[in-house]
């Protein structure tokens, strides 16, 4: 079965920081660009971050820009967001999706407040 | 950045009834390699968005039949050709070939 779980999400203060981790599963994830898109609440979507299989380029959003890092460990199936100086406009559920825009995770929420 | 537009940002449908959603990018969505990277997600209420279509008209497995896509260039639309009460939600189109990739503001469609 084809799929993406992320986890990691939860309550920072602003400037704090948070890493997401996605384990992917039923496909072969080492030959796989991997993205992150994010959902405010009740707001539509906005893609974050992606990156190469083979980790050999990285793209970010330029709201993001300087302060997240997009990774991933092919041994482990597993892609990482690291967010550090969150603003409370990073406030969003994150979806790990896979190379082609499928699959698409359940999400992490992320909430930055104080 | 390539601006993508959707019409309507609300779309009541009756049941059984045809629907029709566009989506119009500020470029042409053709890519060097020959391909045009536009693609349909559609969102139920409290669900993760879901893949319906890839490359304009390309339907996912397991996705009925009565779901279309169609265009070129600029402009594109998604067609429900009768619509059942697990289509509601939101729709987005997406644009991948001009990079940073794209999203449209979402289409809401209910039942009347």
């Known amino acids: 079965q084809v799929q993406v779980v992320e986890s990691g999400g939860g309550v920072v203060q602003p400037g704090g920081s948070l890493r997401l981790s996605c384990a992917a599963s039923?496909?072969?994830?080492?030959?796989?660009?991997m993205h992150w898109v994010r959902q405010a609440p009740g707001k539509g979507l906005e893609w974050v971050a992606s990156?190469?299989?083979?980790?050999?380029?990285?793209y970010y959003a330029d709201s993001v820009k300087g302060r997240f890092t997009i990774s991933r460990d092919n041994s482990k199936n597993t892609l990482y967001l690291q967010m550090n100086s969150l603003r409370h406009e990073d406030t969003a559920v994150y979806y790990c999706?896979?190379?082609?825009?499928?699959?698409w995770g359940q999400g992490t929420l992320v909430t930055v407040s104080s | 950045d390539v601006v993508m537009t959707q019409s309507p940002l609300s779309l009541p449908v009756t049941l059984g009834q045809p629907a029709s959603i566009s989506c119009r990018s500020s470029?042409?969505?053709?890519?060097?390699?020959?391909?045009?990277?536009l693609i349909w997600f559609h969102q139920r209420p409290g669900q993760s968005p879901r893949r319906l279509i890839y490359?304009?008209?390309n339907r996912d497995s397991g996705v009925p039949d009565r779901f279309s896509g169609s265009g070129s260039g600029t402009d594109f639309t998604l067609n429900i050709s009768r619509v059942e009460a697990e289509d509601v939600g939101v729709y987005y189109c997406?644009?991948?070939?001009?990079?940073?990739?794209?999203f449209g503001q979402g289409t809401k469609v209910e039942i009347k």
């Open positions: 999706v896979g190379g082609s825009f499928d699959p």
């Open positions: 039923g496909f072969t994830f080492n030959s796989s660009a």
């Open positions: 990156i190469r299989y083979d980790e050999t380029n990285k």
């Open positions: 470029q042409r969505l053709v890519h060097s390699d020959g391909n045009t990277y």
């Open positions: 490359k304009v008209s």
């Open positions: 997406m644009q991948g070939t001009h990079w940073p990739p794209t």
